[in-house]
């Protein structure tokens, strides 16, 4: 991070809200009751990829001890797509590469034979990770749901 608070970037308000939670031990679903929305939503924005209003960035200097500069840029349309390379490296973040590699032609498939000619949005979505416990090990369940988009003819 730069030596002049002026010059903060998003980047930057991301590097202090995860070192500062990984200080402090804070978790997500604390941080996300705090500003009432859903764990999943409130981390894709603490990572970066989404808009906070004026009193949820509020909320987040509060919780994360950030400075008055990080709050328009907590308030700012980020750059979406938070990924540095074409295919992922990171083994968790793979396997997600992986399953659409595998089954995104399954999906596009099954989603314009029962739903038609369009797609699925990451707008209107909402998204539920949760543990499962199995005695053959534990298991993550994703649940996703996004509007689905039609195409239109013009």
């Given at each position: 991070?730069?030596?002049?608070?002026?010059?903060?970037?998003?980047?930057?308000?991301?590097e202090?809200?995860?070192?500062t939670?990984?200080?402090?031990?804070?978790?997500?679903?604390?941080?996300?009751?705090?500003?009432?929305?859903?764990?999943?939503?409130?981390?894709?924005?603490?990572?970066?990829?989404?808009?906070?209003?004026?009193?949820q960035?509020?909320?987040?200097?509060?919780?994360?001890?950030?400075?008055?500069?990080?709050?328009?840029?907590?308030?700012?349309?980020?750059?979406?797509?938070?990924?540095?390379?074409?295919?992922?490296?990171?083994?968790?973040?793979?396997?997600?590469?992986?399953?659409?590699?595998?089954?995104?032609?399954?999906?596009?498939?099954?989603?314009?034979?029962?739903?038609?000619?369009?797609?699925?949005?990451?707008?209107?979505?909402?998204?539920?990770?949760?543990?499962?416990?199995?005695?053959?090990?534990?298991?993550?369940?994703?649940?996703?749901?996004?509007?689905?988009?039609?195409?239109?003819?013009?």
């Open positions: 991070m730069s030596s002049d608070v002026s010059l903060m970037t998003r980047d930057d308000v991301t202090l809200i995860v070192a939670k990984v200080q402090r031990g804070i978790k997500w679903a604390d941080v996300a009751k705090r500003i009432g929305l859903s764990k999943e939503w409130v981390t894709a924005g603490c990572l970066g990829q989404m808009t906070f209003t004026e009193a960035a509020k909320t987040l200097a509060e919780i994360f001890s950030l400075p008055p500069e990080a709050i328009p840029l907590l308030t700012t349309v980020p750059y979406k797509g938070s990924l540095p390379t074409a295919v992922p490296t990171d083994p968790l973040i793979y396997r997600f590469y992986e399953l659409i590699s595998v089954y995104g032609t399954t999906f596009k498939a099954l989603i314009h034979e029962e739903f038609g000619d369009g797609i699925m949005s990451a707008i209107d979505f909402k998204m539920d990770m949760t543990r499962q416990n199995d005695p053959n090990g534990d298991r993550v369940q994703i649940v996703m749901s996004g509007k689905f988009l039609p195409y239109k003819t013009y």
